[in-house]
C-alpha cells in the first residue's frame, strides 16, 4: 500500500470523494485547509496518522455507489454545477434559516443565549456569503468559462482586469476560510449541533438545517478550493506560456 500521511486531505476527496466521511469523523478540515498532509492534520489534532490513514484506505476500497468525479469534469461545467446547484442551495436556505433561528431566539433565548450568538453568526455568514457568490457568478466564473472557450477555439486569451486568475481566486479562499472558521463557532455553539433536552420539534429541525448547510458549504468549498481554482491556474498559466 502506497503510504497516504504525505497526501493532502484536499487532493485524496478530490480524488475520491468518499475519503471526505473520514476526515468529517475526525473532525480534519479537507475544503478551507484542505493543503494540509494527513500527517500535517493529524498532528494539529493530536490524532494518529495511521488509524486515519487506515480508515481512508477502508473507505476507498469499498464497495458501494462510487461518488461522482468531479475532478474528471471540465472545469466551465464544474462552475456552472457550483452555481447551479450549492451557490442556488445557500440562496433557498438562507431565508429558511433566518426564520428558524429568529424565532428560537424570541423563545428560547432566554434559557439557552448561546442561540443568540448562533444567529449572530448565521446573519453574518448569510450577508458575505451571498456577495462571495456574486463576485464568484458575476466576475471569475466567467473568465474561467471564457479561458476554457478561448482554449477550444484556439483563440489568443484576454488579459483581465484583475490581471490574473490566482487574484479572484486568493480573495474566494480566504473568505472561504472566514465563513469555515464562523460554522466552527456555530458548531461548538450548538454542541456539535445537538439541541439540549428541553428542544422543540421547530429546535430541532433548525439544528439540523444549520447541520445540512454547514455540510453543503464543505462539499461546495471542496469543489472550488481543491478541484476547480488549482485547474483554473494551471488552465491559465498553459494558456499565456
Not at 431566539?105 to 455568514?125: N, Q, T, W
Request: glycine letters at 4%.
Amino acid at each position: 500500500m502506497e503510504a497516504l500521511t504525505n497526501y493532502t486531505v484536499g487532493s485524496l476527496v478530490a480524488a475520491n470523494f468518499k475519503a471526505a466521511s473520514v476526515f468529517q469523523k475526525f473532525g480534519i478540515d479537507f475544503c478551507c485547509r484542505g493543503n494540509m498532509t494527513i500527517a500535517e492534520a493529524c498532528s494539529a489534532k493530536n490524532l494518529d496518522p495511521e488509524q486515519v490513514e487506515k480508515e481512508v484506505f477502508a473507505v476507498l476500497n469499498s464497495g458501494g455507489q462510487t461518488s461522482i468525479d468531479f475532478n474528471s469534469w471540465p472545469i466551465d461545467l464544474l462552475a456552472d454545477y457550483i452555481e447551479k446547484t450549492h451557490h442556488r442551495y445557500v440562496t433557498e436556505k438562507i431565508p429558511e434559516l433566518n426564520l428558524f433561528l429568529s424565532k428560537l431566539c424570541r423563545v428560547h433565548g432566554e434559557r439557552h443565549p448561546e442561540l443568540f450568538d448562533i444567529y449572530k453568526h448565521f446573519m453574518a455568514s448569510s450577508e458575505e456569503l451571498s456577495m462571495h457568490m456574486k463576485k464568484e457568478e458575476n466576475i471569475l466564473f466567467p473568465y474561467i468559462r471564457n479561458m476554457v472557450e478561448s482554449e477550444r477555439q484556439n483563440r489568443e486569451l484576454e488579459q483581465p482586469h484583475f490581471r490574473t486568475v490566482q487574484n479572484p481566486i486568493a480573495m474566494m479562499m480566504q473568505e472561504h476560510e472566514v465563513e469555515g472558521d464562523r460554522f466552527i463557532a456555530i458548531s461548538e455553539l450548538s454542541n456539535g449541533y445537538n439541541p439540549p433536552a428541553d428542544a422543540c420539534t421547530t429546535y430541532r429541525v433548525a439544528f439540523q438545517m444549520l447541520q445540512d448547510y454547514e455540510q453543503d458549504l464543505h462539499t461546495h468549498i471542496h469543489l472550488e478550493n481543491n478541484i476547480l481554482f488549482p485547474k483554473a491556474v494551471e488552465l491559465e498559466q498553459a494558456m499565456i506560456s
